[in-house]
């Protein structure tokens, strides 16, 4: 999987499509991400001794492949590319050449 957490991302498919936001976890197994501000689920919580009871907006995870890396300093969407630079595996932009990491 190309997407690390922390990295900023940008969703090109599906109901949240356009919107970006930071990689709050990234799960590789499952080959999903749970991306900032995306995917918003509504997770009501009953009440306890301790707590009252509370509606929470969580962000749901969603599929590594509906989201493409976001470029600052580009300011568009990139392909990731894997390079081994001074014995070291790092991953570069596809449009600069840019190492990422």
């Given at each position: 999987m190309r997407i690390k957490k922390n990295d900023t991302v940008v969703v090109i498919t599906g109901k949240d499509k356009g919107k970006h936001g930071k990689v709050l976890k990234a799960m590789p197994k499952e080959n999903k991400v749970v991306v900032e501000g995306v995917n918003v689920q509504t997770k009501h919580a009953k009440a306890t001794r301790n707590a009252a009871a509370e509606i929470?907006?969580?962000?749901?995870p969603i599929d590594a492949s509906n989201?493409?890396?976001?470029?600052?300093?580009?300011?568009?969407?990139?392909?990731?590319?894997?390079?081994?630079?001074?014995?070291?595996?790092?991953r570069v932009s596809k449009k600069t050449g840019n190492v990422i990491d």
């Open positions: 929470k907006h969580i962000e749901g989201v493409m890396l976001y470029d600052a300093k580009a300011k568009e969407v990139i392909k990731v590319a894997y390079e081994v630079r001074n014995g070291k595996k790092v």
